[in-house]
């Protein structure tokens, strides 16, 4: 008989432990950022649509999803940045910096270039060339100079804006040809295609980040890059592989922007890194890396454009527009002190 209570009772009284256990775990996942956004963003679709009938248009929504790609593709450059523990702020500068240097080398276009061979193909390689190149410049900086990232990408940040500036005379590059501008000007049936480019980016590092061995390692150098080395883990290459990827998203969000607007000004992609880190921050990614995820940080560049859009539309002044970006920064980092997302990993 004390056989019989002994193994029955233990089971009969594990069960609802078990299940007690699973429902907690579900509940923590949902109250995690990457999911707790999805509620607000109903609720921003929902205000915009009362206050303005225009903001379920189909041009309005159109316009959403390509400033959500340009954006999304940048951020989730920063993303790789912040999980590996570090900062690049001169993702900014790439982002203008890159098209312009391909369009001014390779290409006969109105506003003054080189046109060393007015080829459309030579001046494409040369965008993801240049956000490669100057992504390595700054991962020597950083990982094997020992320079402070956000001291040496806040100098690489204005140094390139200068190169911009300097190179073009503060002229804006238009004319350009088809194959530069397809990217970000055309459409799939009624999606932009610079919004099937982001998706299909977003699900590639998904996939990458929690499925592969390096995207694991990513994670590990961010949390603790002492136990990632004695893991056996090449913390260095991995981080100058992080910062040459983000040059090249940079450089390819970049030209998504170019050929939505069919031209390169010396300005572009100016001031937009704080978006990129407002969106990173929104969607649970953590500044002290090691912890975030990928689709986490696009839920936030998507909650953070669609917020600008509603109040664009109900015509609050742009001033007050760009003020907002601080104060979602600042509600971005409160709430992730509340979730411990600022903790390290």
Same mark, same amino acid.
């Given at each position: ?78 993303? #790789? ?40 193909? &030579? ?69 932009? #295609?610079?919004?099937?480019?982001? &998706? $299909? ?18 994670? $590990? ?17 991995? &981080? ?17 922007? $170019? ?8 300005? #572009? ?12 921050? #929104? ?30 539309? $109900? ?31």
């Amino acid at each position: 008989m004390s056989n019989s209570a002994h193994t029955f009772h233990p089971a009969r009284a594990s069960a609802p432990a078990v299940g007690s256990a699973a429902v907690r775990r579900s509940i923590n996942d949902l109250l995690q950022p990457e999911w707790a956004i999805l509620p607000v963003l109903v609720v921003v679709v929902a205000v915009g649509a009362l206050l303005n009938p225009a903001f379920l248009s189909f041009d309005n929504i159109y316009g959403v999803m390509q400033q959500a790609s340009e954006l999304g593709v940048l951020t989730m450059g920063l993303t #790789l940045v912040l999980i590996a523990g570090r900062f690049d702020l001169s993702l900014e500068s790439t982002f203008g910096l890159a098209p312009m240097l391909g369009v001014f080398c390779f290409l006969k276009v109105d506003g003054g270039s080189l046109g060393l061979a007015n080829s459309p193909l &030579l001046a494409l390689i040369a965008i993801f060339v240049a956000g490669a190149a100057i992504g390595t410049m700054n991962g020597i900086l950083v990982v094997y100079l020992k320079f402070n990232a956000f001291i040496a990408t806040l100098a690489t940040l204005i140094l390139l804006r200068g190169i911009s500036l300097g190179v073009t005379h503060g002229e804006t590059l238009s004319d350009l040809p088809a194959l530069l501008t397809s990217p970000g000007d055309t459409s799939l049936g009624s999606v932009p #295609l610079s919004f099937v480019i982001a &998706l $299909a980016l977003l699900v590639g590092l998904t996939l990458f980040m929690s499925r592969h061995r390096l995207g694991r390692m990513l994670y $590990a150098v961010g949390g603790n890059p002492q136990a990632a080395r004695v893991a056996g883990i090449p913390v260095e290459r991995v &981080l100058m592989g992080v910062f040459v990827a983000a040059g090249v998203l940079a450089a390819l969000a970049g030209l998504l922007q $170019a050929g939505r607007i069919a031209s390169i000004p010396s300005s #572009l992609g100016q001031n937009l890194i704080f978006n990129a880190f407002a969106a990173a921050v #929104l969607g649970g990614v953590s500044l002290n890396g090691g912890r975030g995820t990928i689709a986490g940080a696009c839920g936030g560049v998507l909650l953070l454009v669609l917020i600008q859009d509603v109040l664009v539309l $109900a015509q609050v002044p742009a001033y007050w527009i760009s003020a907002t970006t601080g104060g979602i920064i600042l509600i971005a980092l409160f709430i992730s002190r509340l979730s411990g997302a600022d903790r390290a990993a």
